[in-house]
């Protein structure tokens, strides 16, 4: 039941490698569309990005009692559109997926790597906690760097841009589940490999 288990698992972890190729394809074809400036092409439809603001005056709205009432939106985020940006801030965006998209495909080889160890019973071995601790750091690594890359992007905004009726703000927001999922992923790791080399130890004494 368990080879069973661990055999769907390494297949699903080849087709998640899959789309990961075909989506590393599909960013790389855009760049060189974009640095190409194709006619066909419209980058202004991943020209977006997503801020935060403080305020959104909207101003004075007619509401259903037929009475006209001042409206703020506040505390928000939502995906700012402008139309006539350089394209080289395009160019940052793709740069910073195929960063991300990179780092999750080592993840997903790291991972085949245990499965593949797995799949012929190795199963309590030290390089196995190694494996585990790489995949634990990268991905505290890639939640640190997307925090990092998002706050860049908002100062950008929020220094270059003044939209009417909108207070924009910089934000830090770390995705703290994939943040602390790293850092328990790092601990288990920790223990894994303390056990094996126990377990090498009682091995090597018997």
Known sequence: MKLTFIHVVDWLLKIIWFFQMIFAAVLIFSAVAIMADVSWMDIEKIKGFNISFTEINLGDVQMHDNQTHAVTLTNGSGRVHISGMDSRIVGFKII?????????????????????????????????????????????????????????????????????????????????????????????????????????????TI
């Not at 760097?145 to 950008?156: D, Q």
């Not at 790791?189 to 080399?197: L, N, T, V």
């Open 96 to 204: 910073g997926a195929f960063m991300e998209l990179l780092v999750w495909m080592y993840v997903i080889y790291l991972l085949r790597r245990i499965f593949a160890k797995l799949k012929v019973g190795d199963y309590f071995i030290r390089s196995n906690g190694t494996t585990l601790r790489k995949i634990a750091i990268s991905i505290i690594g890639i939640s640190l760097f997307l925090n990092t890359f998002h706050y860049f992007i908002s100062t950008y905004i929020y220094k270059h841009f003044s939209i009417e009726g909108v207070i924009l703000k910089r934000t830090i927001e770390l995705d703290t589940r994939t943040f602390l999922f790293g850092i328990m992923l790092f601990v288990i790791a920790q223990i894994f490999i303390k056990g094996a080399e126990i377990k090498e130890e009682q091995d090597l």
